[in-house]
T-cell receptor, first 114, second 111 residues
Framework: DAGVTQSPTHLIKTRGQHVTLRCSPISGHKSVSWYQQVLGQGPQFIFQYYEKEERGRGNFPDRFSARQFPNYSSELNVNALLLGDSALYLC?????????????FGSGTQLSVL | GEDVEQSLFLSVREGDSSVINCTYTDSSSTYLYWYKQEPGAGLQLLTYIFSNMDMKQDQRLTVLLNKKDKHLSLRIADTQTGDSAIYFCAESAASNYQLIWGAGTKLIIKP
């Protein structure tokens, strides 16, 4: 079975541009979470979606948005890119949104903003 | 606010035990987790412990939780070269189930 897949794996953008990152969860998983991991730090929670609805949002500006589709895949959008948005963006999926659930992570999208 | 702290590096000899430590601040955390991250790979859940437990063992892994001191540790017995990775401690925020992560401990294995 395929794990969590993310695309693209690497991306280079310039300041002010817009980016869309994509995530396909494990088949049957209904919850998708997005995390930002800056080099040398732990992941920071951005969003959680469950059954196509936003169920949690971290402390990120409105430039960050996301959505979940009927097939449970998800997109993360970032507008007006800043140099500080350079990071590894991780997607995780799980069956539901319970506290003790295993989160299965993709390998991430490495975003570089120049 | 919530915060999770870990030391940045740990160096051990192959075959020895590794002990990675973590402190957290949110006393209402329900679950605490250990994740492993290898270069170019996503995060892999190693183990987790419920906040009303003080120990959990899973093969070579032993998790100890001192809730009074808000201290969590991960012991890896008989450390192998394949254990080289960054290990993250994370706690679940009681209010919304999002994970709060430490900065990670890089485990270096000496031959």
């Amino acid at each position: 079975d395929a794990g969590v897949t993310q695309s693209p794996t690497h991306l280079i953008k310039t300041r002010g541009q817009h980016v869309t990152l994509r995530c396909s969860p494990i088949s049957g998983h209904k919850s998708v979470s997005w995390y930002q991991q800056v080099l040398g730090q732990g992941p920071q929670f951005i969003f959680q979606y469950y059954e196509k609805e936003e169920r949690g949002r971290g402390n990120f500006p409105d430039r960050f948005s996301a959505r979940q589709f009927p097939n449970y895949s998800s997109e993360l959008n970032v507008n007006a890119l800043l140099l500080g948005d350079s990071a590894l963006y991780l997607c995780a999926s799980s069956w539901y949104r319970e506290a003790n659930e295993k989160l299965f992570f993709g390998s991430g999208t490495q975003l570089s903003v120049l | 606010g919530e915060d999770v702290e870990q030391s940045l590096f740990l160096s051990v000899r192959e075959g020895d035990s590794s002990v990675i430590n973590c402190t957290y601040t949110d006393s209402s955390s329900t679950y605490l987790y250990w994740y492993k991250q290898e270069p170019g790979a996503g995060l892999q859940l190693l183990t987790y412990i419920f906040s009303n437990m003080d120990m959990k063992q899973d093969q070579r892994l032993t998790v100890l939780l001192n809730k009074k001191d808000k201290h969590l540790s991960l012991r890896i017995a008989d450390t192998q070269t394949g254990d080289s990775a960054i290990y993250f401690c994370a706690e679940s925020a009681a209010s919304n189930y999002q994970l709060i992560w430490g900065a990670g401990t890089k485990l270096i294995i000496k031959p």
